[in-house]
Nanobody
Framework: QVQLVESGGGLVQPGGSLRLSCAAS????????IGWFRQAPGKEREGVSC????????YYRDAVKGRFTISRDNAKKTVSLQMNSLKPEDTAVYYC??????????????WGQGTQVTVSS
């Protein structure tokens, strides 16, 4: 059974930090790129970051460059998203997803259920 399970969300003040984790099982994790996406209320889902299977290639949307860092541990089948200097506009449900093409996370075969991140004072 394929599973992607996100954790680490919560309420944080502006300028604070959170670390999201995505735990995978049920598929050949080391062959997939893994991406983080987010969806704020009333907005479309958008890509946040992507990491290829070898962990050497990463992508970030411009709005999070310099603040977010994606990493992965293929042995543990996990991907993390370290989020620093959080802003209210980062508030959203964050999802991880698995790209079997190991390309740029635009096509994703599997999705997690999401974790809520709220940035507010």
């Amino acid at each position: 059974q394929v599973q992607l399970v996100e954790s680490g969300g919560g309420l944080v003040q502006p300028g604070g930090s959170l670390r999201l984790s995505c735990a995978a099982s049920g598929f050949t994790f080391e062959n997939y790129a893994i991406g983080w996406f987010r969806q704020a209320p009333g907005k479309e889902r958008e890509g946040v970051s992507c990491i290829l299977s070898n962990a050497n290639t990463t992508y970030y949307r411009d709005a999070v460059k310099g603040r977010f860092t994606i990493s992965r541990d293929n042995a543990k089948k996990t991907v993390s998203l370290q989020m620093n200097s959080l802003k209210p506009e980062d508030t959203a449900v964050y999802y991880c997803a698995a790209d079997p093409l190991n390309s740029d996370c635009r096509y994703n075969e599997y999705w997690g259920q999401g974790t809520q991140v709220t940035v507010s004072s």
